[in-house]
């Protein structure tokens, strides 16, 4: 089963700020990954899709990039609306898998 | 509008069984593939099971395998998780998800529901 690592799992920052969280493959899943953001008492909201494509309607301070065994989730200009806890999930192959999460919290 | 109503859960006993249930609403629910996918309080997401549009593939998290089983009616637009043998760790919100493009065998979820809750308790 593939395993997925995402880091930092708490994250503090400022208002305007540029924060990248990191995901890690524990074997290649070329581009198929996904990356959600998570509010309190909500579902999952699927912000990027294969790697680096943008969700309809996602605002486009949210970018990512990566491939294989590597990604990023990179939000330029933190809004007030963006503290939440963000996952990546890999769907190159079943089991799916989720990462443990990134909560990004007010500094 | 898309929407995916989840139902069924609720207090069962150890070794019990429950059935959850979600309603696809707003989307030719045929012709995609769904999942479950659970998240006990204050953890993280965990995936349970998938089940493509077509019937073909069906898998599980190895936590679950051999105690849930995923089904959908496409007649009623619902997609079913029949859960046996139930365990404290099972206990967690429920989501049903759908994958985000029609037809295909591998994607992300861009829709999901709001969740039932599964509590596994003597």
Redesign the interface.
């Known amino acids: 089963d593939i395993q997925m690592t995402q880091s930092p799992s708490t994250l503090s920052a400022s208002v305007g700020d540029r924060v990248t969280i990191t995901c890690r493959a524990s074997q290649n899943i070329r581009s198929w990954l996904a990356w959600y953001q998570q509010k309190p008492g909500k579902a999952p909201k699927l912000l990027i899709y294969k790697a680096s494509s943008l969700e309809s309607g996602v605002p486009s301070r949210f970018s990512a990039s990566g491939s294989g065994t590597e990604f990023t989730l990179t939000i330029s200009g933190l809004q007030p609306d963006d503290f939440a806890t963000f996952y990546c999930q890999q769907y190159n192959d079943y089991p799916y898998s989720f990462g443990q999460g990134t909560k990004l919290e007010i500094k | 509008e898309v929407n995916l109503v989840e139902s069924g859960g609720g207090l069962a006993q150890p070794g019990r069984s429950l059935r959850l249930s979600c309603a696809g609403s707003g989307f030719t629910f045929g012709d995609y593939t769904m999942?479950w996918?659970r998240q006990s309080p204050g953890k993280?997401?965990?995936?349970v099971s998938?089940i493509t549009w077509n019937n073909y593939?069906i898998?599980?998290?190895?936590s679950v395998k051999g105690r849930f089983i995923i089904s959908r009616d496409t007649a009623k637009n619902s997609l079913y998780l029949q859960m046996d043998s139930l365990r404290p760790e099972d206990s967690a919100l429920y989501?049903c998800a759908k994958d985000?493009s029609s037809g295909g065998i591998?994607?992300?979820?861009?829709m999901?529901?709001?969740?039932t809750m599964v509590t596994v308790a003597s």
């Open positions: 999942h996918v993280g997401l965990e995936w998938g593939v898998d599980y998290a190895k989501y985000r591998r994607d992300s979820f861009d999901w529901g709001q969740g």
